[in-house]
């Protein structure tokens, strides 16, 4: 599990106070059960879907909201929005089964402090809790793993209209002259527009430019 070191903790002076919301009856009684052997953690709410976690934690004002990402009513996304626009001062930890890319930016971007798999082990879960109670951002290894592949890479090429039509006439086969008469410019000025598309595409001559950017899906109606 990887941890960033929060700039305020939680009071640990008692058990935390955690609200679990969960649609799956028999998931959210196990994961109550397996909490209630932690003296350290004490579940004062429970609910069914994301609507009802809201209430619970206004209400209840725990230390953290346990949220299921894929619930009715409100997803744990939404409930994650709902509890930090409230100005609650209560942490969350999504624990589920998604770790697609789009699940993970999303709560984090919501305002979620972790995200945990449901195949975390109970000393996994527990600590995650106590991190995440704390204000550490709390990451499952492979939620990390897909995290900093993401942030190495590359950022995706885009042309510019005009590139893209000085590109798909090169695919038509036109010289830089009659590429200029097409779009009724210099041909001076196609060669320049040319010289920037070698550049973000990483190539060197005309040819490699086309098939890179058909593959790349930046030539609207052409495929390579």
């Known amino acids: 599990m990887t941890t960033v070191p929060p700039t305020e903790t939680a009071p640990q002076d008692r058990p935390l106070r955690v609200v679990l919301a969960d649609d799956h009856t028999v998931m959210r009684a196990g994961l109550v059960a397996l909490l ?11 609910a069914a879907d ?17 949220l299921d990402l894929r619930m009715p009513v409100l997803d744990g996304v939404g409930a994650t929005l709902g509890i930090v626009a409230g100005g609650a001062r209560t942490r969350v930890l999504i624990l589920t089964t998604y770790e697609t890319d789009a699940d993970i930016e999303r709560a984090v971007e919501a305002g979620a402090t972790g995200y945990l798999l449901k195949d975390a082990t109970r000393d996994q ?3 995650a809790i106590h991190a995440a109670a704390r204000g550490e951002t709390v990451l ?11 942030m190495r890479r590359p950022a995706p090429v885009a042309l510019t209209a005009r590139e893209a039509e000085v590109l798909g006439a090169v695919a038509d086969g036109l010289s830089n002259a009659e590429i200029g008469r ?3 410019i210099g041909e001076a000025t196609v060669k320049t527009h040319l010289l920037r598309i070698f550049a973000k595409l990483d190539v060197g001559d005309r040819t490699r430019a086309v098939v890179v950017a058909m593959d790349s899906g930046l030539l609207p109606g052409r495929t390579g």
């Not at 209630?36 to 429970?46: H, K, L, W």
């Not at 994301?50 to 209840?60: I, K, M, N, Q, Y």
């Not at 499952?140 to 993401?150: D, E, F, K, S, T």
């Open 36 to 46: 209630a052997s932690e003296p350290t953690v004490d579940v004062v709410g429970e």
């Open 50 to 66: 994301g609507r009802e976690a809201v209430r619970l934690v206004e209400r209840l004002d725990p230390d953290l909201a346990l």
């Open 125 to 127: 879960l527990v600590e």
């Open 140 to 150: 499952a290894p492979r939620v990390a793993q897909r995290l900093v592949a993401r």
């Open 182 to 184: 097409r779009l009724f």
